[in-house]
């Protein structure tokens, strides 16, 4: 039982990383329908903005008030890769809807280019961020299971971005002019709803959720100028296998991946694992092309 609740709480703690990195690329790839290849380099921004914030409170602030460095990374991550997301808008991805080749050679270019940026800045080299004590130990629960602090609170995280995402999609009105815009753009400009206005602020939404995802992962381990190269395929194959779109089903994705991916590398290999599941992502999708719930529409095909 110990063994079966900590392979569980892993597979939850993968699907919770999971899901905040894919959160972004749900907006811009599953509602704006731009296939941004720049997606990992936004978590790395975010990454390094946490950072910086670490590092200003090392030589500015007393050391009593070091560990709340991260609360402020937070926000600061978030705001950092928003205003990078709404400059790339605003200049290169504003003429590139429609154009999904375009846009994924464009934002792959843009990678490559943040990434060399960063390592001009920072260095080749890996830097480490220290987590702050009040999230060092863990939760002892069952004997000899032990909950880390680190990964419950990536999960309270996750939790709460995911409940501000559902609250400003489907409970405000902005979220219900981006809605009207990406199901019929025509008619919501008909209406009055500023079309360059919500294309530019969905896609820097997305862009800033990706350095909340950034700044979560430097609780996991080092940090460099490819961290968002690791996790952005894993990113897209939530966003397809939940169904293009679909809030609820980004979640649902993010939750089988982690939880298949952990099942199967205690079972067999990492390198094994990730196979098999991939192998599961492609099979499902030949039975269910739209994923694991479908976007609800009027058209016919």
Known sequence: MDVFVLQLFNGLSVSSILLLIALGLAITFGLMKVINMAHGELIMIGAYATYLTQNLFQDYLPKSMFDWYFVLAIPVSFAIAFLIGLVLEVVLIRFLYGRPLDSLLATWGVGLVLQQLA????????VGVTSPKWLEGG???????????????????VA?????MYFYIYRSHEGRRMRAVMQNRDMAACLGVSTRRVDAITFAIGSGIAGIAGCALTLIGPIGPAIGTYYIVDAFMVVVLGGVGKLVGTVFGALGIGVFNTLFEYW???????????????AFLQWR?????????RSLD
Request: glycine letters at 8%.
């Open 268 to 282: 067999t290999t990492a390198s094994l694992g990730k196979v098999l599941v991939f192998l599961l992502i492609v």
């Open 160 to 164: 709460a971005c995911l409940i501000a």
């Open 139 to 157: 939760m002892t629960i069952m004997g000899d299971v032990v909950l880390p602090y680190k990964r419950l609170f990536i999960i309270a995280l």
């Open 119 to 126: 390592r001009t800045i920072f260095g080749a080299p890996n």
């Open 289 to 297: 092309p739209m994923g694991l719930v479908a976007m609800r529409t």
